[in-house]
């Protein structure tokens, strides 16, 4: 058992607290289908990346912020069966309010959908896509959910599925753990999991969290 201290966690939400990789990939399908985007380089470079990000390079001759809200039409409404993770729930019922916070490349009502449709609790800090700040691969993300929670980076574990989103929590100074089999290990990485179901938390002492892997 490999047990990490911190004193905040950092999550990301599609494909790490939220099994909802079909329903982007059912999202991107029909927005390509309408637009005659290229579907496989929409997938090459979307994961983990907010969609403004992706659509402003397959597509920069369409009008942006009508297209994002298109797209956030198809996320809302495709039929993916998306679900927590496994142990998701479970994790995130364990750690106090003010140690953990949301960081996603999805805009803010995509993350309340998602949260609501998997009876999760949302975050009284969530980091979500925005106009005008960097996403991920940039570590502005990670640093702005450690900065809402009072934390410096280093203090920080984030939990991650993609390699965007791995790069921008180790260019943050976060460490990091794996969720799935994606990204590679490197230094900054210290683990690999495929879901919630064999980790859990607990408080260490009033100050420091203890994630158990």
């Not at 409404?77 to 142990?87: S, T």
């Not at 879901?195 to 607990?202: K, S």
Request: proline fraction near 8%.
């Amino acid at each position: 058992m490999q047990v990490i201290v911190a004193s905040a966690i950092l999550f990301d939400m599609d494909g790490t607290l939220v099994d909802s990789n079909l329903c982007v990939t059912l999202a991107w399908q029909a927005w390509c289908a309408d637009t005659g985007a290229d579907l496989d380089e929409v997938m090459r470079i979307c994961h983990g990346t907010p969609s403004r990000s992706t659509i402003s390079k397959v597509a920069p001759h369409l009008d942006l912020e009508y297209e994002i809200a298109r797209l956030e039409d198809f996320v809302r409404n495709v039929d993916g069966g998306q679900k927590p993770m496994p142990g998701a729930a479970e994790i995130l019922a364990s750690l106090p309010p003010d140690r953990w916070a949301l960081v996603t490349s999805a805009v803010e009502e995509t993350a309340r959908f998602r949260f609501v449709h998997c009876h999760l609790p949302y975050p009284r800090v969530a980091i979500t896509a925005q106009p005008g700040r960097p996403g991920k691969p940039a570590p502005d993300p990670f640093l702005a959910g450690a900065a809402a929670l009072g934390m410096a980076p280093a203090e920080c574990v984030v939990f991650e599925d993609s390699e965007a989103g791995v790069q921008s929590a180790l260019a943050a100074g976060c460490r990091v753990v794996v969720v799935g089999n994606g990204p590679a290990l490197r230094p900054g990485v210290l683990a690999r999991i495929q879901d919630f179901a064999c980790v859990r938390v607990d408080m260490q002492d009033r100050l420091k969290i203890a994630i158990h892997l």
